[in-house]
């Protein structure tokens, strides 16, 4: 069975900084590019941010680059997702994602493994 966990959501105020953690279990880890979505309440989950299975290559939304950084450890079996210079429009529910596929699809059907989300907000 696959588990996608996310953890180190929480409240920051504008200008901070969170790390989100992926632990994902039930597959071979190194086969799988990882992402990041996230949905804010009545819209569309968004693409932020993804990563190569090596993690050689990654792609994120254009409202985070040069603030957000995901990376990811193999050997742990975990992706992260940092995040700097928080804004309120930032404040979602972020969720982690697990596909096989080439390269980085930023669309939500591609991506076929889904945590339960981690709440992050932002205050100004």
């Known amino acids: 069975q696959v588990r996608v966990i996310e953890s180190g959501g929480g409240l920051v105020q504008s200008g901070g900084s969170l790390r989100l953690s992926c632990a994902a279990s039930?597959?071979?880890?190194?086969?799988?590019?990882m992402g990041w979505f996230r949905q804010a309440p009545g819209n569309e989950r968004e693409f932020v941010a993804g990563?190569?299975?090596?993690?050689?290559?990654?792609d994120y939304a254009d409202s985070v680059k040069g603030r957000f950084t995901i990376s990811r450890d193999n050997a742990k079996n975990t992706v992260y997702l940092l995040m700097n210079n928080l804004v309120p429009e930032d404040t979602n529910v972020y969720y982690c994602a697990a596909a096989r596929m080439h390269g980085i699809l930023p669309i939500e059907r591609a991506w076929g493994y889904w945590g339960q989300g981690t709440q992050v907000t932002v205050s100004s």
């Open positions: 039930g597959l071979t880890f190194s086969l799988y590019a």
């Open positions: 990563i190569t299975q090596s993690g050689d290559d990654a």
